[in-house]
């Protein structure tokens, strides 16, 4: 037998020792303790060490950030922002300097330069200094130790927090999970099997319109920079729907910090709150409207509140859950035992459906323009298991009913008429028309103020034409309520 046939024999129980081999290999890396996966992943980024020395990253990038919740409908493409900047993050000196430039989709340009100190942060846009809250000086600090070279020196110091969790199939690929924490700050970081760096971290929260909302980071195109490996491409995933996509063009470690860079002017240290805030007590006030209406007040957003006989109307439930039940505390301190019967949203746009869940949940039938219909059903049928309510205890879902051209609410005085306003802001906005008052209630299309935006003022003029109405005030779901005559002036304003 020649050497030639020798070895085409063997050929078949080589490439069988080679098959099996590598399943062992996958076997053991999928099995691999949560430790080994972490250790393994400090390697292929450079080493324990080198992770450990780092005192700064600074990398310049491009970025699209898309609005989700702001889509021109529930089922429409996100609207994106384009960006492009700098960061510094100093982790020595817990500081980060952003310097940024970005272009929205009305086609205005900000430029924004932020100084965040672990206590105090202050934020320039277009040329105008303000402190930065205490909430989002904390939003920093935790979003610097989330960056995936602080996240594996933690892990590394932390192995107790560490337990592995199932395999999990992430663009295509099969990928290894150990989870990091517990309770709210619990993250699960997955590590591509051949590479073994960081593929994706994923972190579950409470969400007002989401329930359960998955937020997947993945990182990609890693390159040396300075002994480190790093990530120069991260997308953000939120419940499947791309939130941003950034690209990193330059990427340095270890740099000399300018100490300039990070000085906040006495003036804006004097304002800045020292510590993150506790979560503040939302307080609603009712301003009467006329006979049986009110506007329900409170911060930046506002509802329409209609009593009708032995039940009320609400129109808006914006924010958050915790929102909605301040205005339902409200209502119930100030109409003892008269429920409210319906919920009217003007839009689907999540800072003004925010609310709604809180409502479903305690049984109030909501009813909404025709093209939200299914978008607010999703709302109530979300899982969430976070922070649970009654409908993801079994609770029944109440009708979600969809308002038809010019539906009526009620009868008489207190009468409340839902209208079509066509709009560009969104599709499928509903204004609330209060014939016995002649009070029109809108959101985010005008705002009433000091100065009224021409274009919104137009539309809303169009749609009283159209309509055929007789209006003498227009109640906003933001700022204040203007007189008619002022919109109708706005509006022969050409932009």
Same mark, same amino acid.
């Given at each position: ?21 590598h ?12 430790? *080994? ?54 982790? =020595? ?8 430039? &970005? ?9 924004? =330069? ?16 303000t ?68 593929? @994706? !971290? ?5 969400? #007002? /319109?989401?329930?359960?909302?998955r ?8 390159? %040396? ?9 991260v ?11 950034? *690209?990193?063009? &330059?990427? &340095? ?9 990070? @000085? ?32 329900a007040?409170g911060?930046s ?8 006989? %032995? ?11 915790? =929102? ?12 003892a035992? *008269? ?5 009217? #949203? ?14 479903? @949940?305690?049984?109030?039938?909501v ?11 999703g /709302?109530?049928?979300a899982?969430?298991?976070? !922070?649970?309510?009654a409908?993801?205890?079994? +609770?029944?879902?109440?009708t *979600? ?8 609410? +009620?009868?008489?005085?207190? =009468? ?12 499928g ?5 209060? #014939? ?8 985010? !299309? ?9 274009? +919104?003022?137009r539309?809303?003029?169009?749609? !009283?034409?159209?309509? +055929? ?27």
């Open positions: 037998m020649t050497t030639t046939s020798k070895a085409l024999r063997r050929a078949p129980a080589l490439a069988a020792a080679v098959l099996a081999l399943g062992a290999s996958s076997v053991a890396t999928a099995q691999a303790p949560a430790t *080994v996966l972490v250790e393994r992943a400090a390697t292929a980024m450079g080493g324990a060490a080198a992770l450990r020395s780092l005192n700064n990253v600074t990398f310049e990038f491009n970025a699209a950030n898309f609005g989700l919740g702001q889509e021109e409908t529930p089922a429409s493409p996100a609207r994106a922002t384009f960006q492009f900047g700098r960061i510094i993050n100093d982790y =020595r000196g817990g500081r980060r300097l952003t310097t940024t430039e &970005s272009r929205a989709v009305t086609g205005a340009v900000q430029r924004q =330069r932020g100084v965040v100190t672990p206590t105090v942060g202050s934020s320039e846009i277009n040329g105008v200094q402190a930065t809250g205490a909430a989002a000086v904390a939003n920093v600090a935790a979003d610097m130790r989330a960056q995936p070279e602080r996240l594996i020196v933690a892990a590394l110091d932390n192995p107790a927090q560490l337990t592995m969790v199932a395999p999990k199939r992430i663009r295509g690929e099969m990928m290894d999970g150990v989870r990091m924490g517990s309770g709210a700050d619990a993250r699960t970081i997955w590590f591509d099997r051949l590479t073994h760096l960081p593929v @994706a !971290v994923e972190r579950v929260t409470d969400d #007002p /319109i989401l329930g359960d909302r937020t997947t980071t993945l990182y990609t195109r890693w390159e %040396d920079a300075g002994g480190v490996k790093l990530s120069r491409e997308d953000v995933d939120v419940n499947g729907r791309l939130q941003s996509h950034q *690209v990193v063009t &330059s990427a &340095s470690v270890n740099s000399t910090l300018a100490e300039s860079d990070f @000085a906040i002017p006495d003036s804006i240290m004097s304002r800045a709150q020292p510590q993150p805030p506790t979560p503040p007590v939302i307080t609603v006030t009712l301003a009467e409207i006329g006979p049986n209406v009110w506007r007040e911060g957003h506002h509802s329409l509140v209609i009593r009708q006989g %032995d039940g009320l109307v609400v129109v808006e439930a914006p924010q958050s859950t915790a =929102r909605s039940k301040a205005v339902l505390d409200t209502l119930r301190a100030r109409f035992g *008269v429920p409210v019967k319906t919920l009217v #949203p003007t839009h689907h746009h999540w800072d003004h459906s925010g609310g709604i869940r809180e409502y479903l @949940a305690q049984g109030v039938p009813v909404v323009h025709s093209r939200n219909v299914e978008f607010v059903r /709302i109530g049928a899982p969430k298991t976070v !922070v649970p309510d409908l993801s205890r079994g +609770g029944r879902m109440p *979600v009913s969809a308002a038809g051209n010019a539906t009526s609410i +009620g009868t008489g005085d207190t =009468r409340v008429m839902l209208l079509d306003l066509p709009t560009v802001h969104a599709e906005v509903l204004a609330a028309y209060v #014939p016995s008052l002649r009070i029109l209630f809108v959101s985010d !299309v005008l705002t009433p103020g000091p100065t009224l935006a021409p274009a +919104g003022s539309e809303i003029a169009a749609m !009283v034409r159209a309509r +055929g109405i007789v209006v003498d005030r227009v109640v906003g779901g933001h700022g204040g309520i203007a007189a008619w005559a002022d919109v109708e002036r706005a509006g022969r304003i050409r932009d």
